[in-house]
């Protein structure tokens, strides 16, 4: 292989793996948050139990998210240096003001709130724990904001050195692409959050010889339906956000990139009330359709807003191309941009209807009975992981052969120094690493959640008694009121 394939290889194995991560604390940040909040106001000790219970999960996740993240910043110099040297001028800004302005922010801030039980008063803390959730997901603004400019470059010129110059950041900040990519992205990570509370507190609920629930009784119950609503509630929100980003997202993606959405539908010729395809088997030119499970009119609405639209086809816009930007294939991989999207969309909606199942099934008080449903309640953890995946591989392969849209192609922005066998054996110690990681974040996950929530002695006791004072001895005594941030 050559070096391009074996850095796009890896790049997009490590961006796919570090993505597992963010929604999902974007998405369980505010909704610790919001437990905590609710202790706050009611004093209820079910809502500070399970804030200790979903806080464990939330700093596991946010550590190896970290972790993971900042090898993607190490590969912008190591294989993309002709890129970084290309877009630096304008892709570092939004890249810096992450880093200084949103990852510190919310670093410093959890450091407050793990730290800060016993010791700040309750609603300072809660507050606290708001603040990550909002650094967090401005974390993910400047990051989308510099994925946006790739997919639709604005707020520069061309430099005396043929570089892009940055002339406007806000430009760049409040680009038409981001301002539709970023909520579509919050809704998803809203989903992933409200699925990983609704699908572990399934878990608990449904096993047949729960230990925890042996020991604390229908207090566990209770904190677990509370968490299985509030989850599944949360995903059909993040659902229906979604639905409606998409749809705002897919016209202007077919204004700016319409190869893109031309590939989303394996679409070759230029249609007027083209149909939108469920599932399709035939060959790769388009030419050749062997069955095909077919919407009418809804391509044309997806992509113009009118079902009766006119949707540029693969081959008309390769031409246009071939004009514009001179002699090339222009056309991206499409049969991983066509089941890309159509998996995104699938594993968006049976996110949704196994959190509609959840809340029909425990309705008014009941519990179901069949293993089988809590089974596949708690499965329901995996679906917006896959969708965010499949999203992601779509909205960058479908770029391709752009590394920047119009302005520089991903052939160009690979280091000239290294060598095929370097970025092979970087590639293997990445993925054999990340493997490790994995296995290692399960491993911490299930263990936490298999134990339960904390007991309300335990729990009182942690806020229940003040720290050290200043000038102590460090006697038994002191030793006695050591933090909570041991148990994590």
Sequence with gaps: MNPETIARWQFGVTTVYHFLFVPLTIGLAPLVAGLETAWVRTGDVKYLRATKFWGKLLLINFALGVATGIVQEFQFGMNWSAYSRFVGDVFGAPLAMEGLMAFFLEST????WIFGWGRLKPGLHAACIWIVAVGTALSGYFILAANSWMQHPVGYEIGPNGRPVLTSIWAVLFNSTQLVTFPHTMSGAIMT???????VSAW???R???ITLMRSGIRDVALFRTSFKLGAIVVLIGS???????DIQAKIMTEQQPMKMAAAEALWNTTSSASFSVFTLGSLDGYTEVFSLRLPYLLSFLATGSFTGTVEGINNIQAEYVAKFGAGNY???????????????????ACALVALLGLWSIRKGRMPQGPWVWRLLTLGIITPFLANSFGWIFTEMGRQPWSVFGLLKTADGVSGSV?????VISFVVL?????VLMVVNLGLMIRYAKAGPPTEEEVQDSIGKPGPPPGSTGSQDDASVEPLVFAY
């Excluded at 229906?240 to 998409?246: E, F, H, K, Q, R």
């Design 109 to 112: 801030f959890l450091g407050l």
């Design 419 to 423: 060598s095929s066998t370097e970025m």
């Design 208 to 210: 047949s010889k729960n």
């Design 331 to 349: 056309i991206p991989f499409v049969p991983v941009t066509y089941w890309g999207f159509r998996l995104m969309i699938g594993f968006g909606i």
């Design 193 to 199: 959050g409200g699925a990983v509370m609704a699908g």
């Design 431 to 435: 993925t054999v690493l990340y493997g």
């Design 240 to 246: 229906a956000l979604t639905v409606l980003t998409g």
């Design 204 to 206: 608990q609920l449904g």
